[in-house]
């Protein structure tokens, strides 16, 4: 059985940092392109980030390039994203979604997602 | 960017009505690559359909997608009580992956 879960969330000063971690398991990791889509109370999907099965192709929204640094470690299946600098506006529950395939990270749909993990940046 | 608008934002059907969403985009979405979701309240988003109108792993077949280009639907044939949701469209083909802002469909 496929699945994604995240931790690493929680509640956050502005201008501090956290750093969330997607657990994946019932699957190849190393072959699958991986995204992080957020959700502000209330609102919509975002995507935020995305990185190829390799990590050779990584992409960023322009509202968090410069503070969010995403990252894999195919040895311990594993996603990762480091926010740092966060803005109230970053207050939102985070989502790993698998792509369907690997390689480049575009083409391929998002078929599976974590159940999401909430981070709130407050004073 | 590709920006897409979801219509119409709210559908207030009853069970055993025929819903019909649309997803327009701004730009041509490349080789149709279009997905619906479907989210529920304190749920992950799960996929129902992409490539346009291919249905997911276990989607059931009253759910269709359909269109090319800037226009697409999704058509849920009957509603059941468990296909009351928001759902989002979302292309995939080039970053950003941007998604409409969904359509949430209520019990009339």
């Known amino acids: 059985e496929v699945q994604l879960v995240e931790s690493g969330g929680g509640l956050v000063k502005p201008g501090g940092s956290l750093r969330l971690s997607c657990a994946a398991s019932?699957?190849?990791?190393?072959?699958?392109?991986i995204h992080w889509v957020r959700q502000a109370p209330g609102k919509g999907l975002e995507w935020v980030s995305s990185?190829?099965?390799?990590?050779?192709?990584?992409y960023y929204a322009d509202s968090v390039k410069g503070r969010l640094t995403i990252s894999r470690d195919n040895a311990r299946n594993s996603l990762f994203l480091q926010m740092n600098s966060l803005r109230a506006e970053d207050t939102a529950v985070y989502y790993c979604?698998?792509?369907?395939?690997?390689?480049?990270?575009?083409?391929?749909?998002?078929?599976?997602w974590g159940q999401g993990i909430l981070v709130t940046v407050s004073s | 960017e590709i920006v897409l608008t979801q219509s119409p934002g709210t559908l207030s059907l009853s069970p055993g009505e025929r819903a019909t969403l649309s997803c327009r985009a701004s730009?041509?979405?490349?080789?149709?690559?279009l997905a619906w979701y479907q989210q529920k309240p304190g749920q992950a988003p799960r996929l129902l359909i992409y490539?346009?109108?291919s249905r997911a792993t276990g989607i059931p077949d009253r759910f269709s997608g359909g269109g090319s280009g800037t226009d697409f639907t999704l058509t849920i044939s009957r509603l059941e009580p468990e296909d009351f949701a928001v759902y989002y469209c979302?292309?995939?083909?080039?970053?950003?992956?941007?998604f409409g802002q969904g359509t949430k469909v209520e019990v009339k």
């Open positions: 979302q292309q995939y083909g080039s970053p950003p992956g941007t």
């Open positions: 990185i190829s099965s390799s990590g050779s192709y990584i």
């Open positions: 730009l041509s979405v490349s080789s149709n690559f």
């Open positions: 490539g346009a109108s």
């Open positions: 979604a698998r792509a369907a395939a690997g390689g480049d990270p575009w083409s391929y749909y998002f078929d599976f």
């Open positions: 019932g699957f190849t990791f190393s072959s699958h392109s």
